[in-house]
């Protein structure tokens, strides 16, 4: 072998080496990081919660609106039904 080549070899080598240990550095360092609790988590939610309380109640208000509309309009056909009832028993005889 010659000096180019043994050169060459060991700075393919040292190379190798600088991966091989960085590689090994960021696994440990992913491993050791902060992992996040159950606890933590719901904090996060009940803070994304809090900050969107007023969309909340505004979207609920539009939804309170529709059901009251949709009861109303329900209890004015169950009268109209019980109205036409009554006016063909009428009509029978009954």
Known sequence: ?????MQNGNASKIWIGIAVGAAVGIGIALSRRRQRTR???ARDVTRRVADSSNDFAEATREIMEHVRNIYDEGRKVADEAAELWSQGRRLVGY
């Not at 072998?1 to 080549?5: E, H, N």
Request: no cysteine.
């Open 1 to 5: 072998m010659d000096a180019d080549t």
């Open 39 to 41: 606890w933590d988590a």
